[in-house]
Structure formats: structure tokens, C-alpha cells
């Protein structure tokens, strides 16, 4: 019987990302990193493969990374210009942030752009 394994590409397409992710993720946290990236199963030909039932594994290590700007990272745009208008205002970085965590949790049906947004028009007046 034939074994059957998911390459870059398989994950990729199970988790909802470019293989291209998936292959900076290998390569930002290899073995021996605090956070590695879950060993394949199999390498063929240097191409790594996973067992299909590891797709938890690799989905509980990826919800586990930093968020972004966590040690790194650009903001997006939204938070940019969100930043930029509060400071504007007085407020520094820190409070800034915290003002929108706490917006966040109060208004959970907004995403973080339109949350910014409101925000800034909010400040506009």
C-alpha cells in the first residue's frame, strides 16, 4: 500500500497560505529554535512530507507564532495611520495600542482596519 504524505504545497493549501509561507516558516524556525517548525515525516529527493493527521500539530504551532509586530514585523497600514492620528493627539505609542486592544474587545464584530478607521474619523472631530 501506497503511504501518502503532504509536501510544502499540501500544507500550504490545508492551512490557507502560499508555499512560499511555509518555506520562510522552515526557514525562520528550524530545529533546535525555540519555536520550530514540526519535523517532516519524510524527505524525498530533500523534498519534506507530513502525515496528513500532523495538520493539527502544524496548525496548533502556527496559531502559537507571534502575532505581528511581536518581535518584529511592520504594522499594516490601518494601525500606521491609527498610530500616526493619536499620536497627533498626544497620546503615545503604548496608550495608543492599548486604546484600540480595548475598543477591540468592545466592538468584536469590527475587524482592526475598520476599528482604525472609526477611530481616526472619531479624532477628527
Sequence with gaps: MTERY???LGVAEALGVTRHAVH???TRHPQ???HAFPEPDVEV???PGWRADRLEEIGRWRAAL???GAGGGRPTAARQDYLKA???LGLD???ALRALATF???FPQMSEPELCAWLIEKFRR
Design 6 to 8: 503532504l509536501g510544502v
Design 24 to 26: 520562510k516558516w522552515r
Design 32 to 34: 533546535g529554535s525555540d
Design 45 to 47: 529527493d530533500g523534498a
Design 66 to 68: 507571534p502575532g505581528r
Design 86 to 88: 493619536a499620536m497627533a
Design 93 to 95: 505609542r503604548e496608550e
Design 104 to 106: 477591540a474587545e468592545e
